[in-house]
């Protein structure tokens, strides 16, 4: 058995990041179509500068909807990140670079 939550996000605007090296891809659900506010594709996305102040839902967790949400967020969006499944985090240590001597 499956459990479903269902969250209503209120936004002006929503970038999409879906879709595989840039190939745009824009999946249509129950009320796009009458979405007040802009929909861009991530490969369309250019700063954040002009959604200062703004509320703005990423859809998306990969590598453009994260840096798109970062900079979202570094010029003063509301940004909210929603994803299809559960992310998994994972720290990279690279001993090699803290264990290296430098001589000065």
Not at 14 to 37: D, K, Q, R, T, W
Not at 74 to 81: E, V
């Amino acid at each position: 058995m499956s459990k479903c939550t269902t969250v209503k996000f209120t936004t002006k605007f929503l970038i999409v990041a879906s879709g595989e090296n840039s190939a745009e891809n824009i999946p249509m659900f129950p009320g796009l179509e009458s979405f007040p506010g802009d929909v861009i594709h991530s490969s369309s996305y250019k700063s954040g500068k002009s959604y200062s102040g703004k509320n703005v839902l990423v859809v998306g967790s990969g590598n453009s909807g994260m840096e798109i949400a970062y900079d979202l967020a570094t010029h003063g969006a509301n940004t909210s990140i929603v994803i299809r499944s559960p992310v998994h985090t994972c720290t990279i240590y690279f001993h090699w670079v803290h264990e290296r001597k430098f001589v000065v």
